[in-house]
C-alpha cells in the first residue's frame, strides 16, 4: 500500500525529488567551477602572452636602436596581443552571463528545497528566490553609473583596462612608426586608450541588456 501511494505522489512529493534536485545542483556547482577555471585560464595566458612581448620589444628595441624596424615588429606583436585580449574580454563577459544564470539556476534548486522542509529556511544564507541577486554585477545586472565602481574589480574589467593601454600603446607606435610628432604619439595614444576603455563598457553594458540570467 505505501509503495502504490509513493508511485502516485508527484512533483515536490515525488521521494525522488530531492535526489533529483540534488543531481542538478552539483551539476551547477560544477558548471560554475569550470567556468572559474576557463576565465582564469584564458586571462593568465593573456597576461603570459603581453609579458613576452614587453620583454621582447625592450630587448629588440635595444638591439636594432630603436630603428623603425623595431616599431614595425612591435607593432605586429601588439597587434597579436590585442587580439587575443579583446577574445578573453568577450568571453569573459560570456563567462560571467553564464554564472549567472547557475546562480539563478541554484536559488531555484534552494526555493525547491524550501518548499519540501520550509522549517530549514532559517538556516539558508544564501539566496533562495528565484530572482535572487539580480542586483549584483557579478550576475550578469545592466550597467548603470551606481554600480561602475563595483563592476571595475571584475576579471573582465583587467582585461578590459590591459586591452585599453595596448591599444594606446599600438597607436603611439604607428604614429611614431610613420613619423608623427611625439606629442602628437602620446596625445592620440592616451585617446585611444580613454575611447577603449569606454567601448569595453559599453559592450558589457549591451550584452547585460540583451540577456538575462534567468533565460
Same mark, same amino acid.
Given at each position: 500500500?505505501?509503495?502504490? *501511494?509513493?508511485?502516485?505522489?508527484?512533483?515536490?512529493?515525488?521521494?525522488?525529488?530531492?535526489?533529483?534536485?540534488? *543531481?542538478?545542483?552539483?551539476?551547477?556547482?560544477?558548471?560554475?567551477?569550470?567556468?572559474?577555471?576557463?576565465?582564469?585560464?584564458? *586571462?593568465?595566458?593573456?597576461?603570459?602572452?603581453?609579458?613576452?612581448?614587453?620583454?621582447?620589444?625592450?630587448?629588440?628595441?635595444?638591439?636594432?636602436?630603436?630603428?623603425?624596424?623595431?616599431?614595425?615588429?612591435?607593432?605586429?606583436?601588439?597587434?597579436?596581443?590585442?587580439?587575443?585580449?579583446?577574445?578573453?574580454?568577450?568571453?569573459?563577459?560570456?563567462?560571467?552571463?553564464?554564472?549567472?544564470?547557475?546562480?539563478?539556476?541554484?536559488?531555484?534548486? /534552494?526555493?525547491?528545497?524550501?518548499?519540501?522542509?520550509?522549517?530549514?529556511?532559517?538556516?539558508?544564507?544564501?539566496?533562495?528566490?528565484?530572482?535572487?541577486?539580480?542586483?549584483?554585477?557579478?550576475?550578469?545586472?545592466?550597467?548603470?553609473?551606481?554600480?561602475?565602481?563595483?563592476?571595475? *574589480?571584475?576579471?573582465?574589467?583587467?582585461?578590459?583596462?590591459?586591452?585599453?593601454?595596448?591599444?594606446?600603446?599600438?597607436?603611439?607606435?604607428?604614429?611614431?612608426?610613420?613619423?608623427?610628432? /611625439?606629442?602628437?604619439?602620446?596625445?592620440?595614444?592616451?585617446?585611444?586608450?580613454?575611447?577603449?576603455?569606454?567601448?569595453?563598457?559599453?559592450?558589457?553594458? /549591451?550584452?547585460?541588456?540583451?540577456?538575462?540570467?534567468?533565460?
Amino acid at each position: 500500500m505505501d509503495a502504490e *501511494t509513493d508511485r502516485q505522489k508527484t512533483g515536490l512529493d515525488d521521494p525522488r525529488a530531492v535526489d533529483i534536485l540534488t *543531481t542538478e545542483h552539483w551539476s551547477l556547482l560544477t558548471s560554475r567551477t569550470l567556468g572559474y577555471q576557463e576565465i582564469f585560464g584564458r *586571462t593568465t595566458i593573456f597576461v603570459a602572452i603581453l609579458s613576452a612581448t614587453i620583454v621582447a620589444v625592450a630587448l629588440m628595441a635595444q638591439a636594432t636602436q630603436f630603428s623603425p624596424v623595431s616599431l614595425l615588429i612591435a607593432a605586429l606583436l601588439m597587434t597579436v596581443d590585442l587580439f587575443i585580449g579583446l577574445m578573453t574580454f568577450a568571453r569573459s563577459v560570456a563567462i560571467n552571463f553564464e554564472d549567472a544564470r547557475w546562480v539563478a539556476g541554484m536559488n531555484l534548486l /534552494r526555493h525547491a528545497y524550501l518548499k519540501i522542509v520550509p522549517e530549514l529556511e532559517p538556516f539558508f544564507i544564501t539566496g533562495h528566490e528565484p530572482r535572487a541577486d539580480q542586483q549584483s554585477l557579478a550576475h550578469g545586472a545592466t550597467q548603470h553609473p551606481r554600480n561602475l565602481a563595483k563592476s571595475l *574589480t571584475t576579471t573582465s574589467s583587467v582585461v578590459a583596462a590591459l586591452n585599453s593601454v595596448l591599444a594606446g600603446a599600438l597607436a603611439t607606435d604607428l604614429a611614431a612608426l610613420f613619423g608623427e610628432g /611625439r606629442t602628437f604619439g602620446i596625445v592620440i595614444g592616451a585617446a585611444i586608450s580613454i575611447v577603449s576603455g569606454v567601448l569595453h563598457v559599453v559592450y558589457a553594458a /549591451r550584452y547585460r541588456k540583451r540577456h538575462s540570467p534567468t533565460q
